[in-house]
């Protein structure tokens, strides 16, 4: 069983698009994120969610809007696409006061 | 400034050879973890550390909290060793990443 699933796993889409990254997770945890890694692999956080509610949310634009309907599940939409979102995306999850972190196997996403 | 400094940025190492990567971080934390990144793969925890020593085969991490610092050691490395390694701190309810360290190592 996985314990964290993102799914897709690559996307290549057009600029302006609108799409989607889903993120589930089946530890029971209560705190999610999503990550961007930059070409240089810097893992640079964007949200970060603990028990549907937004508690970290970096500097990114607005067109970036995560969603947790229940606390398993933390996706990711992305209007409008600009060929510099193109990266990879992690979505992880933790206990909140927990020091173990468990990663998905990341979602690739290249806009041409 | 990161909290998270990791050296060498990039390493390239003969099969057999014994390999060392740093972490330095500068704020108080709770554990420290070393992932593993392959090729087009994704991020697996290796280690979680919070004091001393830990050995998983050929992999050794150690921490000394005084001094903000972390190695991750590989002995007898291996080309399928090769991988981009992150250092990561938990800080209050935050992770911070260092920059990684790229490795390859040459048959």
């Known amino acids: 069983d996985t314990a964290v699933s993102q799914t897709p796993k690559y996307l290549v889409t057009q600029m302006g698009n609108d799409k989607s990254i889903k993120c589930e997770q089946n530890?029971?945890?209560?705190?999610m994120y999503w990550y961007k890694q930059d070409s240089k692999k810097f893992l640079k956080i964007m949200f970060s969610y603990n028990n549907k509610e937004l508690i970290i949310n970096e500097t990114v634009p607005n067109r970036f809007s995560p969603k947790s309907p229940d606390k398993a599940h933390l996706n990711l939409h992305i209007n409008s696409l600009e060929l510099g979102d193109s990266a990879v995306y992690f979505c992880?999850?933790?206990?909140?006061?927990?020091?173990?972190?468990?990663f998905g196997e990341g979602s690739w996403l290249t806009v041409v | 400034k990161n909290e998270v400094e990791q050296s060498p940025q990039n390493l390239t190492a003969q099969e057999g050879e014994f390999i060392t990567i740093n972490c330095s971080y500068s704020v108080g934390i709770s554990a420290l973890h070393w992932l593993q990144q392959h090729p087009g793969g994704g991020i697996v925890s290796l280690f979680m550390l919070s004091s001393g020593k830990k050995k998983h085969g050929r992999l050794i991490a150690t921490i000394n909290i005084q001094e903000k610092h972390s190695s991750l050691h590989i002995t007898a490395s291996h080309p399928r060793d090769s991988a981009v390694y992150i250092c990561a701190v938990r800080f209050v309810n935050q992770f911070y990443f260092g920059t990684g360290t790229s490795l390859t190592v040459i048959p």
């Open positions: 530890l029971g945890h209560d705190t």
């Open positions: 992880a999850s933790s206990h909140a006061s927990g020091n173990t972190i468990y």
